[in-house]
């Protein structure tokens, strides 16, 4: 028999020599370390995600008939240093919201501004909880793509009317995919190549509705972009002179300039 000796002297136990014998044999086997199996593994490091901020109240303003008035009114806005888009309404009907204010007293107090200085009319306060990113975590993140899509539909045989800065940093492709994400009310980035650092990459086979393919231009930098819709299928602005229309990711030229994709749900 031996004496096992506690830190506890009350503890102090006393065990069969054969048993004392395995235990330490046991010990030595491990290399000196205890074995707990009561203790799960830890899991794996997931890497941190990359999430868009949401928009806060934003500034609608102006009715027109013609996305080509709603482009150059949103123009004018950009000239004054507000970053605004235009978008589609109803059919035949276009309007423009600009601004990210924190409180609904800002977004008006701005707007007041604006209107008092003949740059814009009449205006309404579009408040977060109008956007579909919202009710995401109710209804769940496929409601939320299958916004993102629908409000990319909208604007199919429109004129490609943005314009833009320099061809090369893909602003004027990128119009459009900012326009999506911000009329849903995620803070979308400007040109191509930031929407590209800002998502969460996406494997070709696991691309979901709403996630945004890129595509290289001259030197194999990012200078295009397109939602995708699903089966294989994406809406875009070509180009100056042509429409927003849908493009097969598989056609040739497509394929061979596609660069990657990303998600940003």
Request: proline share 3%; with cysteine; charged share 25%.
């Amino acid at each position: 028999m031996i004496r096992i000796l506690s830190a506890n002297p009350l503890k102090t136990r006393i065990v069969p020599f054969g048993l004392a014998i395995a235990c330490l044999l046991l010990v030595v086997a491990c290399g000196g370390r205890s074995v707990r199996r009561d203790v799960p593994p830890s899991p794996r490091k997931v890497v941190d995600k990359k999430e868009l901020s949401r928009l806060g109240y934003t500034i609608q303003a102006g009715a027109f008939a013609s996305a080509a008035n709603a482009a150059a009114f949103t123009r004018r806005l950009q000239e004054n240093g507000l970053d605004s888009t235009y978008f589609v309404a109803r059919q035949g009907l276009y309007k423009v919201r600009f601004g990210d204010f924190s409180t609904r007293q800002k977004a008006r107090a701005r707007a007041e501004e604006l209107k008092a200085s003949g740059i814009i009319e009449e205006f309404y306060i579009v408040a977060p909880e109008q956007y579909a990113v919202s009710r995401m975590d109710a209804r769940g993140e496929h409601y939320l793509r299958d916004e993102l899509v629908k409000t990319a539909r909208s604007f199919l045989g429109i004129d490609y009317l943005w314009g833009g800065e320099s061809a090369e940093t893909g602003f004027d492709c990128s119009g459009l995919t900012m326009t999506v994400y911000q009329l849903n009310g995620l803070a979308l980035p400007r040109n191509s190549r930031q929407q590209f650092a800002a998502g969460n990459p996406v494997e070709l086979s696991s691309l979901q509705k709403g996630d945004l393919i890129f595509f290289a231009g001259v030197g194999d930098k990012v200078s295009h972009v397109g939602v995708f819709i699903g089966e294989g299928r994406f809406i875009h602005a070509p180009g100056k002179g042509k429409k927003i229309r849908i493009d097969k990711l598989e056609k040739d030229y497509f394929s061979r300039k596609f660069v990657g994709a990303r998600s940003y749900l």
